[in-house]
């Protein structure tokens, strides 16, 4: 079935092709809290998924963003380990200066790795980005793969944003939240997979890694809690986006207040999406 067949009638002429939703390009400072409150959230755990990292490695960080997690790995690799960050925007990026981190602007879709040095890294790592290059994950898992060595290790970590939920039936907000994001379809219609998360095992399997090892998790927050307020800001953030393409109609915006009034009431509780990691090693 095509994208265009799975789209409900009254969001047929909407579909806009999904790619990166929360582009920093003309809201800087908003994007720059939205992603510091993104690492405040994630930074502890990804430290653990991340642990296996040695001295001396040579590490790779696509989508880097902020590029928190790219600094505390060239922590962790010392001044004879070495780290890349790449994204397609490296406003973030270059304000940092770390000896052994380097810094390109970098689309690992569409850009030679030649520069990068194929085949040269330990570990190439990525989180919260593969969801959205929609339809094309393998694509990007398969040239992240082509940057290991052998014996190299891959991680990812991403999420089944479709999941979000406040939890209570009988809080008042929850029916019309529940009308609008319609079980997780809210990103269907924008061309993503609201379970994206989960699939990372298969992927990885099929871009030919071995020794693979998942993990998930989530947890029930109250709406105020960082976690409710990051989710808020990247609801806001991707309705930005629609407005600017021209995508943002009436009945969306109708939505989008559905899906953010719980956000705004602290004595709502929300399920955070699971956040699945997964490890793989490549063997030749
Ligand atoms: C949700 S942010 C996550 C940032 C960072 N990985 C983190 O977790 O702190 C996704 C990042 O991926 C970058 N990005 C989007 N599409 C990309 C692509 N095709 N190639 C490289 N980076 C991309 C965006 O510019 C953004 O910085």
Redesign the pocket.
Known sequence: MSQEQEIPHDNQVLFCEP??R???HGRQATEDER?TL??QI??PI?RQQRAIIQPGWRCL?????????AVWMARQVGATGQVIA????TT?LERLTIPNLEVHR??????SLDHLSPGSFDLVC????LF??AGKQEQ?LNRMVECLKPGGWLID?DGDWGMVTPVDPAHPHYGLYHRAWKNGDWWTMRGYDPAFGRKLPVLFERCGLVNLRHKASASVVRSDSPWGRWWRQSLEGIRASEQADGSLTEERAKEYNALITPLNDPSCWVMTAPIHACWGQRIS
């Open positions: 790619g990166y929360l582009a920093a992603l993104l690492e994630f930074d990804s960080e696509v989508g880097a963003g902020r590029g928190s997690m790449t994204d397609v925007d973030y970098h689309n690992i879709l569409s850009d990525a989180r919260l980005l959205w290059l990007a970590e």
